[in-house]
């Protein structure tokens, strides 16, 4: 149940960065054929690996295993944007959003 999970999230994550599964794996220092292994639920990465994973997509591991989010880097670097704003900014782009979601 948690492989699927874990191998679903992982694929998503993937399309979404637009990268072959080769080049994740040689990027992550795996061989070539790694990312494809543990898509296809021949493997599951180590704990030290699955960070290394994480570290790819700019994620935390929590944010990994979030799966009802969307774009976790994107919601990241939007949070990290939105710190320095001042409260008036803020209170716009809450209005911006709220609008958008209606």
Do not use: W
């Not at 704990?47 to 989010?69: K, L, N, R, V, W």
């Amino acid at each position: 149940m948690y492989e699927n999970m874990f191998v679903n999230r992982l694929i998503h994550l993937r399309m979404q960065k637009g990268v072959s599964a080769r080049d994740m794996s040689l990027s992550i220092g795996q061989s070539e054929s790694y990312i494809n292994k543990i898509e296809n639920g021949n493997a599951l990465p180590s704990m030290s690996t699955f960070f290394y994973i994480c570290e790819y997509f700019g994620i935390t591991p929590a944010q990994f295993f979030e799966d009802e989010i969307e774009c976790p880097a994107t919601l990241k670097k939007t949070f990290e944007n939105l710190k320095c704003l001042s409260s008036e900014q803020l209170e716009h782009i809450n209005t911006i959003i709220e609008d958008v979601k209606r």
